[in-house]
């Protein structure tokens, strides 16, 4: 486990806990909540970005290579997608919707991270 | 309006739809299942389908199950309501027979599936999702 996946452990927990809160105080989708799965999407542009640079300088991907980007690339939309899917309905239920991405994402981070090394 | 008639002609869109409060959130759920059972799915039977084409086939019918249920519960309508109780119902009889099966006869299940062992890998999610879902659309039932 890398640097990147703490990074998504601890951004994305985070996000889960203060969107999990938020809805069981009945509270729709704030800035709080929506900047917190945006701060996970900003680690998943790093990881991306920092992922480019590595494989340019010449590291190798341990498992299939397609399966790690089809992953980063799909864990990038996940978040943009719940937001915006949250804004359309200002909600309760749409905080809940933005727990998940914290927790989705971490996952995914995890099995990236497996297929990194 | 207490005590008044309501037109039956109007519609209640209230009654005949499912994507609003909690509905979101298992059509989210749901969305994030499809992709994942989907991608699954494809990468198990692009790569190494003769190893185990029962479960590989048992991926691709959850995953396309998962398709299904989503877009179903996001749609407004009786029909819509029909497929996704449809759907929803084959996740759960899908999850309790593999779960057995591969509980009790784990030689016919070599390679996991996204229903084996009663979706432990996901967390029995699969497990918990259709119930749920269930009890949304008996919620929502259109009248």
């Known amino acids: ?117 | 309006m207490t005590g008044t008639e309501t037109n039956p002609a109007t519609p209640q869109p209230k009654k005949d739809t499912r994507n609003t409060g909690p509905g979101r959130l298992l059509i989210a759920v749901y969305a994030v299942f499809a992709l994942s059972a989907t991608a699954r799915a494809g990468y198990q039977i692009a790569t190494k389908f003769a190893e185990a084409p029962l479960a590989h086939i048992l991926s691709a019918l959850a995953a396309v199950v998962y398709i299904v249920a989503t877009i179903s519960l996001a749609k407004p309508g009786r029909t819509w309501f029909k497929v996704s109780v449809a759907a929803v119902l084959t996740e759960l009889i899908g999850v309790l027979v593999v779960g057995a099966i591969s509980l009790f006869d784990p030689v016919a299940f070599p390679h996991d599936t996204v229903w084996s062992l009663f979706g432990r890998g996901y967390g029995f999610v699969p497990l918990i999702l259709p119930i749920l879902g269930l009890l949304w659309l008996n919620k929502r039932r259109p009248s």
């Open chain 1, 1 to 117: 486990m890398d640097g990147y996946f703490y990074a998504l452990l601890i951004v994305g927990l985070v996000s889960t806990i203060m969107c999990v809160v938020a809805g069981l105080m009945k509270k729709a989708p704030n800035d709080p909540t929506i900047y917190s799965v945006l701060a996970v999407e900003l680690v998943l542009v790093v990881y991306l970005v920092g992922s480019i640079i590595r494989v340019a300088m010449g590291e190798q991907i341990a498992g299939e290579a397609w399966e790690f980007w089809g992953y980063l690339i799909t864990a990038l939309m996940i978040p943009l997608g719940a937001v915006y899917w949250a804004i359309l309905e200002r909600t309760r239920w749409s905080n809940f919707v933005l727990a998940a991405v914290g927790v989705t994402v971490l996952v995914m981070g995890a099995r990236m991270n497996q297929i990194w090394y």
